[in-house]
């Protein structure tokens, strides 16, 4: 079973910056996105942002600008890049890989409080 890790979380100030990282136990193979997505106390999971096998990228509305998302090899998917952080951002970010066949897997969260 594929494990995913999150790092890289943690106590940020508004207007601060962290990057996120996601590693796996094993190469993952058919890989159609990586993503991450977070969820905020009392709120429903939601996407940030999402890249394909091709190399598309999506954002939500209220990252666009601030957040990237980029990608490494097979075992160590994904990053994700946060600037100008602001107290909405605060949450608990996932991990999230999909392979082609509808199947995927999830990290276990690394939070992100942004407070001053």
């Known amino acids: 079973q594929v494990q995913l890790v999150e790092s890289g979380g943690g106590l940020v100030q508004p207007g601060g910056s962290l990057r996120l990282s996601c590693a796996a136990s094993?190469?993952?193979?058919?890989?159609?996105?990586w993503s991450w997505y977070r969820q905020a106390p009392g709120k429903q999971r939601e996407l940030v942002a999402s890249?394909?096998?091709?190399?598309?990228?999506t954002y939500a509305d209220s990252v666009k600008g601030r957040f990237i998302i980029s990608r490494d090899n097979a075992k160590n998917p994904i990053y994700l890049q946060m600037d100008n952080l602001k107290p909405e951002d605060t949450a608990v970010y996932y991990c999230?890989?999909?392979?082609?066949?509808?199947?995927?897997?999830w990290g276990q969260g690394t939070q992100v409080p942004v407070s001053s």
């Open positions: 890249i394909t096998s091709g190399g598309s990228t």
């Open positions: 094993e190469i993952i193979f058919g890989i159609g996105a």
């Open positions: 999230n890989v999909r392979q082609h066949w509808g199947a995927q897997y």
